[in-house]
């Protein structure tokens, strides 16, 4: 059983803070959404997660099982088992997915050692077969000249390839069309298990009715503002944000009485 803890986080890009003192605690085998308004900083949140070099932190902490992860560079806290899904993928013309893979995994492995042929072939067509991806797509340059359904699928194989503790996964912006939701939602649904915890950044309340989250929370204003179960996600749907940001704001005054 892993933990990731989040500890009152404050995240800041050129001197401007985003993230305002946001936590929250993800364990092996739970998916939780996040929600929010354009602009609130829930990218930010992932990318400073992951230790993407343009967010500062600025205050707070990021737990993996206790212990922080803040001083680690991005490469090594992939290594311990967190899996960032890029909203804009990269395009490698001329490197196969295959291949693309294979360096993935065999840059976790320690000096000296090696990924053999076999044993890398094996594992990626049983998860290939799992997420019932063709072989022929593995032959292809990693993300050249991909739609976005193929992207998500690369990025779904590269998931169950590395087998994180914990995935991020931030759909806010991506644009998803019915095609890349499908693979998105089926990919998660097999990869779910005791093994694996999700951190779903989304603010498409459909995605929730494919991957039904555990918890879900509203980030607004760089904190999490509001936290329930996949309910909230509908009454989301249904009501939008406003009235959580009308729940949050003080009680407006009474009208003032003008007496004669
Ligand atoms: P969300 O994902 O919730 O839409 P973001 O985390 O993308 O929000 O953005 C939060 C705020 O931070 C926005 O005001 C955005 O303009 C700003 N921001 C995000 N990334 C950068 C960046 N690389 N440089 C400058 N400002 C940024
Ligand atoms: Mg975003």
């Known amino acids: 059983m892993s933990s990731l803890e989040i ?7 050129h001197d401007k803070e985003i993230v305002k003192g946001l936590s929250l605690t993800i364990r092996s085998g739970e998916v939780h959404a996040i929600m ?40 090594e806290r992939a290594r311990a088992g967190i ?9 490698i013309p001329g490197v196969s997915i295959a291949n ?16 053999d042929a076999t044993t890398y072939y094996k594992r990626l067509y049983q998860k290939m077969d799992m997420l019932k991806i063709d072989r ?16 998500k699928r690369c990025e779904i194989l590269q998931m169950a390839m590395l087998e994180p503790k914990f995935a991020l996964m931030d759909e806010t912006d991506s644009g998803l069309d019915i095609d890349a939701l499908r693979i ?3 990919g998660v649904n097999a990869l779910r298990g005791p093994g694996l915890g999700v951190l779903m950044i989304t603010h498409y309340q459909r995605l929730l ?44 005054p009474a009208p003032a009485t003008v007496h004669a």
């Open 100 to 115: 693309f893979l294979r360096a993935a995994l065999q840059a976790r492995l320690a000096e000296g050692e090696e990924l």
């Open 184 to 186: 998105v939602s089926e």
């Open 36 to 75: 929010g308004p354009n602009g609130t900083g829930k990218s930010t949140l992932s990318k400073a997660i992951a230790g993407h070099p343009d967010y500062t932190i600025t205050q707070g902490d990021v737990l993996l099982d206790g212990k922080s992860i803040l001083e680690q560079e991005p490469d």
């Open 136 to 151: 022929k797509f593995t032959s292809r340059s990693v993300n050249d000249g991909f739609s976005g359904g193929e992207k």
């Open 83 to 91: 899996f960032l899904a890029f909203q804009y993928p990269s395009e």
């Open 7 to 13: 500890r009152d986080l404050h995240v800041a890009i």
């Open 209 to 252: 009715n494919y991957i039904v989250p555990d918890y879900v929370h509203v980030m607004y204003d760089g904190r999490i503002v509001k936290s329930g179960d996949k309910t909230l996600a509908l009454e989301l749907e249904r009501r939008g944000y406003d009235w959580v940001k009308q729940e949050l704001a003080p009680a407006a």
